[in-house]
């Protein structure tokens, strides 16, 4: 099949890595949660041969991974799992966590859902990194991010960027303590945790 292509994957790749190598330096299994074309998973794998870089999705995405995956033939990178917040959960454990532009997209009950479903995930001082764009105080921190908001909420009402502060919530909640809030390209941020000692 014809590879799925996202040109945002290749603007952010970069500095999303820049991120991973520090936050992901002592990881050695990552989840990836919303994996989406697959084209992230083969730069992010190739960048950090020690890592082993888990794809996830929901089953429609699955085959357009397989092909990125395939074409690529990394050994870090094992076949991609079926992963859908409202139905069965992978099983296993592991010491990372990445998701991209994922938020925006889920419900908030299925948000909601995600982050009281981590602890399950997680190993002992995993770390869990999310990017995409949040708002602050219910505000927008740009018109683009605004005009894309609209754009969401056209297609469906659930859709939407999601509040920095209810999400810190979520991730308290599920055990999680913030490391840092790192300002991205194009109005982004990226989110780190790791879970909360003892």
């Not at 409202?86 to 889920?106: C, K, Q, R, V, Y």
């Amino acid at each position: 099949m014809e590879k799925p292509y996202s040109p945002a994957c290749e603007r952010n790749r970069d500095p999303i890595l820049a991120q991973l190598r520090d936050h992901f330096r002592d990881s050695r299994r990552v989840l990836e949660i919303g994996s989406g074309t697959g084209q992230h998973a083969v730069h992010f794998a190739q960048a950090l041969p020690y890592l082993t870089w888990q794809t996830s999705d929901r089953p429609a995405h699955l085959a357009g991974i397989h092909a990125w995956l395939d074409e690529a033939a990394l050994p870090n990178t094992p076949a991609p799992l079926a992963f859908d917040v409202d139905e069965a959960w992978p099983s296993g454990t592991f010491d990372a966590i990445f998701s991209a532009n994922t938020l925006h997209i889920m419900s908030w009950a299925q948000v909601e859902r995600l982050f009281a479903g981590l602890p399950g995930l997680l190993a002992d001082n995993a770390r869990v990194v999310i990017y995409g764009p949040f708002n602050y105080q219910g505000q927008f921190t740009s018109l683009s991010n605004a005009a894309f908001d609209a754009s969401l909420k056209a297609q469906d009402p659930q859709k939407g960027i999601r509040d920095f502060e209810a999400i810190f919530e979520l991730a308290q909640q599920a055990g999680l303590d913030m490391l840092e809030d790192h300002a991205m390209p194009a109005n982004n941020r990226c989110l780190a945790w790791r879970t909360r000692r003892g």
